[in-house]
């Protein structure tokens, strides 16, 4: 198990990510949350499974349809434990 943080860049909100992201996240029983940043960017803390992480930061590169997204910063995060993956507004 691990947690790490994203900051993902580009046209990533209006786009549905985030409720995208929710849907990726619960097919690889992740936990966590994610949010928009007021500097229209997208943020995402989550917990798992280190394969299920990898295969979910591989979909947060390329995203939703509309998306286009320039940019995943990941950061290693202290394991920190989550009841559910939530959007928050």
Not at 2 to 8: A, F, G, N, W
Not at 55 to 67: D, H, L, N, S
Not at 80 to 87: G, L, N, Q, S
Request: net charge neutral; hydrophobic share 45%; proline share 1%.
């Amino acid at each position: 198990m691990k947690t790490v943080r994203l900051k993902i860049a580009g046209k990533v909100q209006g786009v549905f990510y985030r409720a995208s992201a929710k849907e990726v996240a619960d097919r690889y029983q992740l936990s966590g949350w994610i949010r928009n940043a007021l500097d229209d960017t997208v943020e995402a803390m989550v917990t798992g499974e280190e394969l299920h992480i990898e295969k979910f930061v591989e979909w947060c590169r390329q995203g939703p349809k509309k998306a286009i997204v320039t940019n995943v910063e990941i950061i290693n995060e202290s394991l920190h434990f989550f009841e559910t993956f939530d959007i928050i507004r």
